[in-house]
């Protein structure tokens, strides 16, 4: 099934997945290709909302193509809808018939203060020692205690979910240790599961499971092997109540007998359930990717705490969400990608959004970078980050950077602190609104030239960030829409409708309130 259909003159549209943030929004000239059956990573969505108040949406995943003004849609019925003249219209409009908002109420420890991870810290090797000396150091240093998770590395075999006892030899004292510091807990888990010894054996052999069949399956009906980033695996089926409820027993088991919190659910992307990641035949299954990685995000969500990063189809749903590991750099999926991609989440339905680790989450550019670390980068990665709803450190400021340049990190946590009560209110009024939290300034004032401003964004209607993205710069162009506006640095005044030069030492995150 094809169907096109062409762009207006002028017309911009946001959409689709937030890994094409930094292509967005798409227009006349753009040229693009994505399959979204195959492969869906980060937040993604069958939807593309524009600036003239239309918007295009399907029930299943498609390919795309857009080019000489066009969009080409394969493998699914894609509908264009004219709701309206403006972005808000046309949002608000497929938000309210296709994805509306799930009224659950989300912890709102999420957003009021930083939370922190152990993974650019200790990559694979976090143990108990470096675990709780990470957290008193965090307290050391001036940041308030948060969600702590304690990333991959924590276990044995994946699957197995048990505390490695060399590197955890009493985990149920660390934990308590950490809830007495004021942290919650949460632990790294995949629904991959290492394919040989006792474990696998317990889930497959008919001696133990009985009538229980677990795991997908081949088209021959041999366990169903993937490839991932650690190798080759089985992979739960979470449509199989089996696999449920095998996963809630080992996830309970490390909530009820070692006080953990909660999960960081990571991979289960599309991409993990398609035939590309296979390496012994076809899926049996009649299951979609998608579908079976929506399943994976309803497992998860069902924890008050927890986490993921790749979702099909979430928009409107109460999972708090992380944009996917960045990159130590300025261009290139680093800095630059971030606001980019916020606002695609946002317009696609996704106002738990976390940014990516300040300093960028992708382990190999940690290695690459160890005695060399740009902390200027740092800084201005803590800032981007500060006012998101929500904001995640690893790398421990006061290691990686000199004490002049760990204190202005440190202010960055704090600023998203004393923000903390203004940035649950916002999160309230999206949950029973659906209006996004984080929104591109065309989103709030329409037809003024904004569509392609993508470094700058607004909390609300009365609040817009300039985060400096370039290296070296001390002072940034930022437009500003209606209203009146006052820099939260240094007081100055700047009218709306108008662009101006605003000074940014390396101390200042450049951030407005309206006034009138």
Not at 205 to 222: D, I, S, T, V
Not at 360 to 371: K, Q
Not at 464 to 489: D, H, I, S, T, Y
Request: hydrophobic share 40%; charged share 25%; with cysteine.
């Amino acid at each position: 099934m094809i169907s096109t259909y062409q762009m207006l003159q002028g017309e911009h549209w946001w959409g689709g997945s937030s890994d094409d943030g930094n292509a967005e929004p798409f227009d006349c000239t753009s040229v693009h290709h994505a399959d979204y059956r195959l492969a869906a990573s980060n937040q993604t969505m069958p939807l593309y909302v524009s600036d003239c108040g239309r918007y295009l949406w399907s029930e299943n995943a498609f390919a795309v193509t857009i080019e000489n003004g066009c969009f080409t849609f394969d493998g699914a019925e894609v509908v264009l809808v004219e709701a309206g003249g403006t972005l808000r219209e046309a949002y608000l409009h497929a938000m309210q018939n296709h994805f509306p908002f799930s009224q659950k109420k989300l912890p709102e420890r999420f957003f009021r203060v930083p939370q922190y991870n152990t993974w650019m810290q200790f990559t694979y090797e976090p143990t108990q020692q470096k675990v709780l000396q990470y957290a008193h150091e965090l307290i050391e240093h001036g940041f308030e205690p948060g969600i702590l998770t304690i990333d991959e590395g924590w276990h044995g075999r994946y699957g197995v979910w048990e505390f490695d006892k060399a590197k955890f030899p009493n985990p149920r004292a660390m934990v308590d240790e950490l809830h007495a510091l004021g942290f919650t807990v949460m632990l790294w888990v995949v629904p991959y599961i290492c394919p040989d010894g006792q474990e696998f054996l317990r889930m497959t052999a008919p001696f133990y499971c009985k009538n229980e069949k677990h795991f997908l399956r081949n088209e021959k009906g041999e366990y169903a092997l993937i490839h991932w980033w650690n190798g080759y695996s089985a992979i739960l089926d979470m449509t199989n109540p089996a696999d449920c409820e095998n996963l809630h027993k080992r996830l309970r088991h490390l909530m009820q007998d070692y006080g953990v919190d909660g999960f960081k659910f990571d991979g289960g992307d599309v991409e993990s359930y398609s035939e590309a990641a296979l390496v012994n035949g076809p899926m049996q299954t009649r299951h979609t990717p998608g579908a079976l990685n929506l399943a994976w995000n309803e497992f998860g969500m069902q924890y008050d705490f927890h986490e993921f990063k790749d979702t099909w189809k979430g928009g409107g749903k109460a999972v708090i969400q992380r944009l996917r590991d960045r990159c130590h750099t300025w261009k290139g999926n680093g800095l630059d990608s971030l606001i980019p991609a916020a606002l695609v989440c946002s317009m696609i339905g996704h106002p738990y959004l976390c940014p990516d680790m300040v300093g960028g989450g992708e382990w190999l550019y940690r290695d690459f970078y160890s005695d060399r670390l740009d902390e200027e980068l740092f800084v201005r990665m803590a800032q981007a980050s500060a006012l998101f709803p929500m904001m995640q450190f690893s790398w421990a400021p006061w290691e990686a950077l000199n004490a002049e340049y760990a204190n202005l990190v440190l202010e960055t946590a704090k600023l998203h602190r004393r923000m903390g009560e203004e940035l649950v209110s916002l999160l309230e009024n999206a949950r029973l609104t659906g209006e996004p939290v984080l929104r591109p300034l065309e989103y709030n004032d329409p037809k003024q030239e904004f569509a392609e401003i993508k470094d700058e964004f607004m909390l609300g209607t009365d609040i817009l960030v300039a985060p400096v993205l370039e290296k070296g710069q001390r002072a940034r162009r930022v437009a500003f829409p209606q209203g009146v506006w006052q820099e939260q640095n240094s007081g100055k005044i700047f009218m709306g409708r108008t662009r101006d030069i605003v000074e940014a030492p390396l101390s200042v995150l450049p951030w407005f309130r309206r006034i009138k």
